[in-house]
C-alpha cells in the first residue's frame, strides 16, 4: 500500500483487498501513532468487498482521528463496498468523496 504524505497535516492511504488490507491498516495505524494529528484520506479504489474485520478497522481508524481533532475521508468507493457501507449503517458514519482530488480538496478546505 502505498502510503505517501500529501501534506504536512494530510495522509494519503491507498488500500487493496485483503489480505493485504488488514496489514495496510495496520500500518496505518502505527504510523498515525508517530504522527502529531494528521488529516487521513483512504483511497478505496481497489477495494472489491469489506468484511467484519475490514469494519471494525475502519471504525477504529475513524475513532483515532477524530480524536486527534483531525479528518477522515474515503474516496473511491466501489458499488459491492458501498452496499456493504448502507447495510451496516456506516454510510451515515463516514464522509466520503467520489474521487481522491475531490477528496483531497475536501480535507484541504475543511469541508
Do not use: C, Y
Amino acid at each position: 500500500m502505498p502510503l505517501t504524505e500529501w501534506s504536512e497535516e494530510i495522509l494519503l492511504a491507498e488500500l487493496g483487498e485483503e489480505p493485504g488490507f488488514s496489514e495496510e491498516m495496520g500500518n496505518l495505524m502505527a504510523r498515525l501513532a508517530q504522527a502529531r494529528g494528521v488529516h487521513v484520506v483512504l483511497d478505496l479504489r481497489a477495494v472489491r468487498t469489506l468484511n467484519s474485520s475490514n469494519l471494525a478497522q475502519l471504525l477504529r481508524l475513524r475513532k483515532k482521528v477524530l480524536a486527534q481533532g483531525k479528518r477522515l475521508r474515503l474516496s473511491g468507493v466501489r458499488d459491492t463496498v458501498w452496499s456493504v457501507l448502507i447495510v451496516t449503517g456506516l454510510d451515515k458514519v463516514f464522509d466520503f468523496s467520489e474521487d481522491l482530488s475531490a477528496a483531497l480538496a475536501s480535507v484541504q478546505m475543511g469541508l
